[in-house]
Each structure stands twice: as structure tokens, then as C-alpha cells.
């Protein structure tokens, strides 16, 4: 069983930077695929990055690509996304999701909400222009 928790979503100017977090409580932290995804208001799910907390490979979706990065604390066994210069069409519910990995590094259908066994309850970012 794995238990998601994000936090950190508030609300931003454009132009504005800000990290949310994922709280990924699992026995076996280091053997799974955690992702990104957000959710704005009348639209699809849509992924945005992952991470294999297993060695730290990470994968971007074009969405946002070249505005954010994600890494993960170890230690903390949280995941972060860090998003740069928002945009009012970057406000969402951005969630977390988690699957266990059979193999090293995410799969290919990593950007497939269907993928993810697990999920958190999600964090809304709003961005103002």
C-alpha cells in the first residue's frame, strides 16, 4: 500500500516560481515510479514529469518541459516538482501518483494516468497574470 500526500499549491503571479511536494509513504520507497500530473478545471488529466526513486532517472513530459525540474529527498521520501515562470494557463490540481516498478526506471507509458496505482488527493496552484 502506498499513501500519497502533496502539498505546497498556492497562489502565484506570472512570472512567479514555486515547488510542490509529494509525501510517498511506502515501505519500499526506492523501488518506485512517482509522477507528476496536473488537472485544470474542464480538462484531461495530463502528466508532467516522473522520477524512478530508485536512482534518480526522470522523465518530462512537453507540456512544461524547459520550465521544471523534480527530484526527490530520500531521506524525506518526498518527491518535489519545481515549477518556473508560471503562467495563468498552468493553473490545475497538480497530483502525484506512484507505481511500483518491476524493473529500474520508469516505463515508457509513464505518462498514462492508467499507469499509476496510487494517487494523492492533489494540490491547486493558481497562477494571476
Known amino acids: 500500500q502506498v499513501r500519497l500526500m502533496e502539498s505546497g499549491g498556492r497562489s502565484v503571479q506570472a512570472g512567479e516560481s514555486l515547488r510542490v511536494s509529494c509525501g510517498v509513504a511506502?515501505?519500499?520507497?526506492?523501488?518506485?515510479?512517482v509522477g507528476w500530473f496536473r488537472q485544470a478545471p474542464g480538462e484531461e488529466r495530463e502528466a508532467v514529469a516522473a522520477i524512478y526513486t530508485g536512482d534518480d532517472s526522470t522523465y518530462f513530459a512537453d507540456s512544461m518541459k524547459g520550465r521544471i525540474a523534480i527530484f526527490q529527498d530520500v531521506d524525506m521520501r518526498t518527491v518535489y516538482l519545481g515549477l518556473r515562470n508560471l503562467q495563468p494557463v498552468d493553473t490545475a490540481m497538480y497530483y502525484c501518483?506512484?507505481?511500483?516498478?518491476?524493473?529500474?526506471?520508469?516505463?515508457?507509458?509513464?505518462?498514462?494516468?492508467?499507469?499509476?496505482?496510487?494517487w494523492g488527493q492533489g494540490t491547486q496552484v493558481t497562477v494571476s497574470a
Open positions: 501518483a506512484a507505481m511500483p516498478a518491476a524493473f529500474p526506471g520508469c516505463p515508457t507509458t509513464w505518462v498514462s494516468r492508467r499507469e499509476y496505482e496510487f
Open positions: 511506502v515501505a519500499s520507497y526506492r523501488s518506485h515510479c
